[in-house]
């Protein structure tokens, strides 16, 4: 029987560009022509679930606009569950705009739009405790309202459904701070990259950080606010990961990387739904970052993230993503 993985979060419209380098403050660089494509952390990664072989069910909102309509196809397409998806009238949806440079970094300026009204109400209003806690695993990002991440995870958890969290985008200081905090405690599972491993380690009650070359010390610190396992994503270099009594290293997999938009969404879904499935820490790690390594390789958020054949294909012949 396939996984079953609920995804709370947000849906975007992406537009992406890609230049020869980022611009720096005030420049005008020019590039190629836009590329317009379904994203958001949450649908990235319920799309990237999917293609994994898992049942995906989708919670978010979406602007009644025509890329809330484009949206909502693209979660079809890919076979997702999207009843708990709901249009807000007179709303935009969220519009995502990406530079890609040529060696596949980028940034990205966020328009939350309908994302933002995902507040605890409407949560509620989407779905209810026994239909998150029915999955096997439920998976969140910080693209929509803190409270809400933190009453979702409250409600999987009491369920019984592994949680797992993308500390993505980190919120900065103040108010939501003491959220994060809370939040955490109600996580199984936290990945987060190097910049939020960091930011998070000055909240509030956190310990002291270690230096960066040892960030599977960091992980370990991490996992005293509250999960039990903390994985540190580290871009090309792999991942290391801290659970409780161990710690792995995974180097991940040289590969001619492109574009890196998808990559972080394509290993936590593939993270979520292989630690679900009861692998163990160091499988899912590896595998996780194979999935990854192949969303790199290719353009676009979602149009990146692979299948679990490619993702086996890969672990079967580490070589092969270069091909």
């Not at 540190?232 to 938009?261: H, N, S, W, Y």
């Not at 692998?279 to 990854?292: E, I, K, Q, S, V």
């Not at 958020?301 to 091909?323: K, M, N």
Request: net charge negative; glycine share 12%; hydrophobic share 50%.
């Amino acid at each position: 029987m396939r996984e079953h993985l609920v995804v709370v979060g947000s849906l975007n419209m992406d537009l992406s560009i890609t230049v020869p380098r980022l611009p720096d403050r005030g420049e005008t660089v020019s590039g190629a022509d836009v590329v317009r494509g379904a994203g958001g952390k949450g649908a990235n990664q319920a799309v990237a679930a999917a293609r994994l072989g898992a049942r995906v069910r989708m919670v978010g909102l979406l602007g009644d606009d025509a890329f809330g309509a484009e949206l909502r196809g693209s979660l079809v397409t890919e076979g997702i569950d999207d009843r708990a998806v709901a249009d807000l009238p007179g709303v935009a949806s969220g519009l995502a705009l990406i530079v890609v440079q040529h060696d596949g970094e980028n940034t990205i300026t966020l328009s939350p739009g309908a994302n933002r009204h995902l507040d605890v109400p409407a949560f509620q209003a989407l779905t209810d405790a026994r239909a998150v806690g029915a999955a096997d695993t439920v998976l969140f990002q910080l693209e929509v309202p803190l409270p809400t991440v933190l009453a979702a995870a409250r409600a999987a958890r009491a369920a019984g459904a592994l949680t797992v969290l993308n500390a993505a985008p980190l919120p900065g200081p103040g108010p939501a701070s003491d959220v994060l905090a809370d939040l955490l405690y109600e996580v199984d599972v936290l990945v987060t990259n190097e910049s939020e491993a960091a930011g998070l380690l000055q909240l509030p009650g956190a310990p002291a950080g270690t230096a960066e070359q040892d960030w599977a010390g960091c992980a370990e610190k991490l996992r005293l606010l509250g999960p039990a396992t903390v994985v540190i994503t580290l871009g090309a270099a792999g991942a290391v990961a801290a659970g409780p009594g161990q710690r792995v290293v995974e180097p991940g997999f040289a590969v001619d990387a492109v574009d890196t938009v998808g990559a972080g969404d394509a290993f936590c879904a593939q993270l979520a739904l292989a630690l679900g499935a009861g692998r163990p820490l160091a499988d899912a790690l590896r595998r996780a970052c194979a999935a990854g390594a192949l969303a790199a390789t290719r353009r676009g958020a979602q149009a990146s993230l692979p299948s679990r054949a490619e993702v086996d294909a890969l672990l079967t012949h580490p070589g092969a993503a270069d091909a």
